[in-house]
């Protein structure tokens, strides 16, 4: 999972792009609408706004630490990042065969099953979980102090809560999106219930 837009860069409302000019920027601008909360502070410094934009602009003000910051949280290095993997690669033929498949079978050229149809779709489906999996479990393998000596581990926790919500999130897309592939090919499979489904489907294509 590549979280360019990760808790240091949210928390400032810089990209992952911007400049360290733009990240001090950011950081006074910040500054001028945030005021320590001195009590909350005394309980758990990392609740701090304050203390989180400080920890911010250190980290992307500095290349080195924001180098570690950001390959701490991809699974691919920049250089694989520019071309496409040889898995990309193969969930884009399964995305062509799939279509491919689709039309014939709605067209009448084939007589299968529509569960058979829809079985280079789900191969799809499968390497997209196991592939937010595999990001997920990435990101929270690292030590707070491998991505920077800066964060502290009540810090690196947000950090690690806020990964967990972008898989779940993910995950729960992924889930819903082959929950309609199954409803689609049973009603397909269906042929008192396929008019409609039929129409919808070939607009599509």
Known sequence: MNLDETLLYSTLGVSST?????VELAYRRFMM????????????????PV??????????????ERKKYDNSFKIFAPEAEERMSLPDCVASILSTISLG???????????????VVFVPVWV?????????????CMGVQFN???????????????????L???????????????????LVARKANDPSNTSALLVLLHTLL
């Open 124 to 136: 799809l489906d499968s390497w997209l979980i196991f592939k937010e999996c595999l990001s997920f």
């Open 51 to 64: 203390v989180l934009a400080n920890v911010a602009r250190l980290v992307l003000c500095d290349p080195e």
């Open 33 to 48: 609408r945030h005021h320590p909360n001195e009590e909350e502070t005394a309980v758990d410094p990392s609740k701090d």
């Open 164 to 182: 967990r919500k972008e898989f779940l999130k993910r995950l729960l897309k992924i889930s819903l999106i082959i929950a309609f592939e199954i």
């Open 144 to 162: 707070y102090r491998e991505i920077s000596p800066l964060l502290t581990k009540e810090l690196f926790e947000r950090l690690l809560k806020r």
């Open 101 to 115: 498949v689709l039309a014939i079978r709605m067209y009448g050229i084939l007589d299968w099953n529509y569960y």
């Open 18 to 22: 911007s400049s360290k000019e733009d």
